[in-house]
């Protein structure tokens, strides 16, 4: 067990997995010499050379058929797109290809493969790269959809999604791959579909994935101080999502609160809602309230980001709504 | 303006070959000093970066030639471009002032381009018929084949200009573009700013071809290849391209081969991926400093004008530099303005 980075713990994944499978390639622009954008491929070019690092002409449809037509004959691509941003250019080939190859081959051969990306917003890069696209992944049937919080999930479920026999949407987070934390050597697999209780609590339940995960936690440590006792719940992924693990928690503390960093409707955010109230509705004691980003593509100016972007404050401030006897700070 | 050095070929002058272009002293100076504007604009924006004052940049460095020369050909307020962000020499000849430059750099409320709203050098200037670019790479194609099909069945004599890196001719929408361009004879121009580099990919990686310019071939279309970093040469190739297209002919497709002088942008270190002498030894091809020496040769630009151009962009510089930063950023509650339009219809 060492403390690192996410990024670190992704590019640990990888190399670990490309050790261990053979079948393992990567595909991507920038991901040789330049170790990819955002650097999570660093060393594997030179560790296993370019006959399983491709570096690929900015063609985003390219790279998902490829890996796609790759992974039908018995490879397992990793394929890097830049930003989410730029995985719409491939969505043709995710959602009406990779996601469907299967059922309409009759399940004679699976597309096992990866889409790695970050998402996200809050480093002033504007509207066509800033977005948090989640929903349209985690809506189709036939995809996995993986979105992990901390640095061992981040490699614990990227070598899950990699021995997954189904495609797997692999959402990272720019804000997150800096930060920091304990990171299990070795063989180390955290099964795709099951939440994590980041942080126990009894008057109310905060969930969250990906970057408001780790927002989900500061607000809850922050609301203890104040004397409300928040349960964090990390759904770790959308499809499957664990709707158990969010269904018992709010049957215990009977409050909900969920946040997201994309647009608030039609997102994510509401399908956890309209869960709740399938699997807890008689437990409820308030209406389950939502946090999300402003629905403004994202403007570049600070002094407008800033305030397009959901934070630990709002979460506070929802909660103190909710709990209005307990005041926090 | 760090790079500039007095011109070697002053006092060793043979007698120059004309220069075989229908401009005029007046408008080979405005042209020089466009590229001249656009360089220290550009230094300038670097500086302000690693100062801290500014979030990004990136850079029009190496491709001033490419980008004046085929902006000179086309007529301002009537022809339309669409280009991507290195072309801050496109914008200023197409009259985007530098005040205007600075605006959207440091993402004022008073950017003409998005008040703030988009990346600095995604330019857009509906005054100036500069259409809005986008990050992800290559869409304006499409759109150039779209606004120039509009034109054609208005009946406007409007040409339309598009530019983009050779790295973006990977995506599909080069492809398409320029096939359906070919098939309707749409008056537009597709230039591309041929670095050799893709952030870190070079150009073999990109395409197995050995130019942009032989693709066009396989669309239907003249494909002519430049040396970018040879102001007036680009123009004579442009200035044929805009005739044939203005007179209904049809597309070109021309591939400008020039040098990026900085890394990808503000947020890049090439050394991992490139020799710095590389970058030297294509300085000494520097396409401004290259047109100065012309003008000088050919007694088209006197020291004293020589020396009156520089203190002007030097002056214009700081002015807009003074002038944006010290204007004010959008104000929070307007951010939902622009998502839809305001009045609801046009
Ligand atoms: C669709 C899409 N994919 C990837 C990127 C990331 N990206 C930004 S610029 C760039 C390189 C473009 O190279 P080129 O077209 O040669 O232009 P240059 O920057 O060299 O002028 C890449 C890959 C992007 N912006 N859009
Ligand atoms: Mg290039």
Not at chain 1, 47 to 68: L, N, Y
Not at chain 2, 296 to 312: I, K, M
Request: glycine content about 8%; charged content about 25%.
């Amino acid at each position: 067990m060492a403390i690192k980075t996410y990024r670190e713990a992704l590019n640990e994944a990888l190399r670990e997995e490309m050790r261990r499978d053979d079948r393992v390639l990567l595909l991507g622009e920038d991901i040789g010499v330049f170790e990819g954008a955002y650097k999570v491929t660093a060393g594997l070019l030179a560790e296993f050379g370019d006959r399983r690092v491709k570096d690929m002409p900015i063609a985003e449809a390219v790279i998902a058929g490829t890996a796609i037509g790759a992974a039908m004959l018995g490879l397992r691509p990793v394929a890097e797109m830049m930003t989410v941003n730029f995985l719409l250019l491939a969505m043709d080939m995710v959602v009406n290809h990779a996601a469907k190859l299967h059922y309409m081959f009759g399940g004679q051969t699976t597309v096992p493969l990866v889409i790695r990306t970050p998402g996200g917003g809050g480093h002033q890069l504007a509207a066509q790269h800033s977005q948090t696209l989640d929903v349209y992944f985690a809506h189709v049937p036939g995809l996995k959809v993986v979105a992990p919080a901390t640095p061992a999930d981040a490699k614990g479920l990227l070598k899950a999604s990699i021995r997954d026999e189904n495609p797997v949407i692999f959402l990272e987070n720019l804000a997150l791959y800096n930060t920091r934390g304990e990171v299990p050597d070795g063989e180390y697999l955290v099964p795709i579909g099951k939440a994590a209780i980041s942080r126990p609590g009894n008057d109310l339940t905060i969930v969250g994935w990906s970057r408001t995960a780790p927002m989900a936690l500061e607000a809850a440590n922050r609301l203890a101080a104040a004397g409300i006792d928040a349960e964090v719940i990390d759904l770790r992924s959308l499809r499957p999502a664990d709707w158990e693990t969010v269904a018992a928690s709010v049957r215990k503390t009977t409050r909900a609160i969920v946040v997201e960093e994309g647009w608030l409707s039609f997102g994510p955010g509401a399908e956890v809602v309209a869960r709740i109230q399938d699997l807890a509705f008689d437990y409820l004691d308030a209406p389950v309230q939502r946090i999300a980003g402003a629905e403004v593509p994202a403007p570049y100016a600070k002094s407008l980001e800033r305030v397009s972007l959901p934070s630990a404050d709002d979460i506070v401030r929802a909660a103190q709504r909710m709990l209005p006897r307990r005041r926090a700070a | 303006m760090g790079s500039m050095t007095e011109p070697a070929a002053v006092k060793t002058r043979r007698t120059p070959r004309p220069l075989d272009v229908d401009l005029g002293g007046a408008e080979l100076r405005a042209i020089c000093e466009t590229m001249v504007l656009s360089r220290a604009l550009d230094e300038r924006m670097w500086l302000l970066n690693r100062q801290g004052r500014a979030h990004f940049t990136i850079s029009c460095q190496g491709h001033e030639a490419a980008q004046v020369g085929t902006a000179a050909a086309l007529r301002r307020g009537e022809d339309i471009t669409l280009p991507y962000y290195r072309d801050l020499g496109v914008v200023l000849w197409m009259g985007m002032t530098p005040r205007e430059v600075m605006l959207s750099f440091f993402a004022r409320a008073d950017d003409p381009n998005s008040g703030g709203r988009q990346m600095p050098n995604h330019w857009g200037h509906a005054g100036l018929r500069i259409i809005s670019g986008s990050s992800p790479v290559g869409t304006q194609i499409p759109h150039a084949a779209g606004v120039a099909l509009a034109a054609k069945i208005r009946h406007e004599p409007t040409v339309t200009a598009v530019y983009f890196g050779e790295g973006t001719t990977s995506e599909g929408d080069f492809h398409e573009g320029l096939n359906f361009a070919a098939i309707h004879r749409l008056p537009v121009i597709f230039v591309c700013e041929n670095n050799g580099y893709a952030i870190s990919v070079p150009r073999h990686k990109q395409m197995a071809t050995a130019t942009v310019a032989e693709r066009a071939a396989a669309y239907g279309m003249p494909g002519i290849a430049v040396d970018g970093t040879d102001v007036l040469a680009v123009y004579r190739v442009m200035r044929r391209a805009v005739d044939r297209a203005r007179s209904g002919q049809g597309p070109t497709l021309i591939d400008t081969r020039v040098h990026r002088f900085t890394p990808h942008s503000s947020d890049d270190d090439d050394r991992v991926y490139r020799p710095p002498e590389e970058v030297e030894s294509a300085r000494q091809q520097d396409p401004v400093e290259k047109f100065r020496r012309t003008l000088v040769q050919h007694d088209l630009l006197t020291t004293a004008q020589d020396h009156e151009l520089r203190e002007r962009v030097a002056a214009i510089v700081e002015d807009a530099v003074v002038f944006a930063e010290q204007s004010p950023l959008p104000a929070a509650a307007d951010l939902t303005r622009h998502v839809f339009a305001e009045s609801g219809r046009r």
